[in-house]
């Protein structure tokens, strides 16, 4: 399939009407240097993919957006059905290809692609088709945009993110995966409804693996600023632990549970995942528990894993990991979530 973009070449003879159109003033000096054209590159137009693209476009993140999918019949339609919305978002060119060509000079590159569970399949199976499929991906990725920042979204996306990882030889705060920053959204929303309040007052973080083995830090847990656990303490008010876990098992089942309803997901892994690329690009500084390189952290060893962590993000992609207080219970789960992630990676042979 070859790379198709909307085009100012129209006429006879394939005249250019942008040259034809305008009349330049005079005394003109060139384009200012400063000026940065940001591109975006989603490989993987399913329905992750798909809904990252149009959250990154109506939230005007980028110059130019490229899409990278292996069936090209559905790519072009996807291409040709976001141009046609040209009229009601900001100007963005948009590009589609299978091609990896198409992702050349991307600043941020985000992964959504990976094979689906056939059923009876072994997880380790699964993992397998996805490295494989990911020897096809990162290496060109790499090859077209040698200072981009890889994001992973595709599932496994811990060890997927380490596979990235190696098969880049981007440094580490160069590769990234979406982790739990979903996850503690949905944490945040659940809290948020439990007391009636906004769920952006709320700072809870969900980390470790991104999935079962998840870590919940209810000791870190504030509303407007109020760390939540210390306040019934002192304010004598009981709670059950058994409370806390449910809420937490809620968060780690709503993926499947959305899947269930209606097959998928994706509006809220696309606000996420636009949510990072926009810290990463405009260089905000944000806290977002995500997937780094997390050996050395909270006491984590045993080899090189990643795992999400609260980690701020800017130009520079991970820029640090805060030194969140964490209980004696939170660290050793988030020790045992750090092995479960590594034996899975042991088996790949990596």
């Known amino acids: 399939m070859q790379k198709s973009s909307s085009s100012s070449t129209l006429g006879p003879g394939g005249l250019d009407l942008a040259q034809a159109f305008f009349k330049p003033i005079q005394q003109t000096a060139p384009p200012s240097p400063t000026k940065r054209h940001?591109?975006?590159?989603?490989?993987?137009?399913?329905?992750?993919?798909?809904?990252?693209?149009?959250?990154?476009?109506t939230q005007d993140l980028a110059d130019e957006l490229a899409l990278v999918?292996?069936?090209?019949?559905?790519?072009?339609?996807?291409?040709?059905?976001?141009?046609?919305?040209?009229?009601?978002?900001?100007r963005t060119r948009i590009l589609a290809a299978n091609d990896y060509a198409?992702?050349?000079?991307?600043?941020?590159?985000?992964?959504?692609?990976?094979?689906?569970?056939?059923?009876?399949?072994?997880?380790?199976?699964?993992?397998?088709?996805?490295?494989?499929?990911?020897?096809?991906?990162?290496?060109?990725?790499?090859?077209?945009?040698p200072d981009a920042f890889l994001l992973i979204v595709s599932n496994p996306v811990d060890v997927l993110t380490y596979v990235?990882?190696?098969?880049?030889?981007?440094?580490?705060?160069?590769?990234?995966?979406?982790?739990?920053?979903?996850?503690?959204?949905?944490?945040?929303?659940?809290?948020?409804d439990h007391l009636d309040v906004n769920a952006q007052d709320v700072q809870a973080y969900i980390v470790g693996e991104h999935g079962d083995s998840s870590v919940a830090l209810w000791s870190s847990i504030s509303v407007g600023g109020v760390p939540i656990l210390s306040f019934l303490e002192r304010q004598e008010i009981a709670y059950e632990k058994e409370t806390l876990e449910k809420i937490h098992k809620e968060v780690v089942q709503s993926a499947y549970e959305v899947i269930s309803l209606k097959g998928y997901t994706s509006w809220a892994i696309g606000y996420s995942v636009a949510n990072l690329a926009r810290s990463i690009l405009r260089d905000q500084r944000r806290i977002h528990p995500v997937s780094v390189l997390a050996k050395g952290f909270y006491g984590i060893s045993g080899g090189d894993v990643f795992l999400s962590l609260p980690a701020q993000l800017g130009r520079s992609g991970v820029l640090g990991v805060t030194n969140v207080h964490l209980t004696e219970e939170e660290g050793q789960r988030l020790r045992d979530s750090a092995k479960t992630i590594l034996e899975v990676q042991n088996q790949l042979g990596l």
């Not at 940001?38 to 476009?57: D, R, Y």
């Not at 705060?173 to 944490?187: A, H, M, Y």
């Open 38 to 57: 940001t591109k975006i590159s989603v490989i993987g137009a399913g329905n992750v993919g798909m809904a990252i693209a149009q959250t990154i476009l």
């Open 69 to 90: 999918d292996a069936k090209p019949d559905k790519l072009r339609g996807e291409m040709l059905d976001l141009q046609h919305a040209a009229a009601f978002l900001p």
């Open 102 to 145: 198409v992702t050349t000079g991307s600043d941020l590159c985000i992964v959504t692609a990976g094979a689906r569970q056939n059923p009876g399949e072994s997880r380790l199976s699964l993992l397998q088709r996805n490295l494989a499929l990911f020897r096809s991906i990162v290496p060109p990725l790499a090859k077209y945009s």
């Open 164 to 192: 990235a990882w190696k098969l880049s030889g981007f440094p580490s705060n160069r590769v990234i995966g979406s982790g739990t920053n979903l996850d503690s959204s949905r944490f945040r929303f659940l809290i948020a």
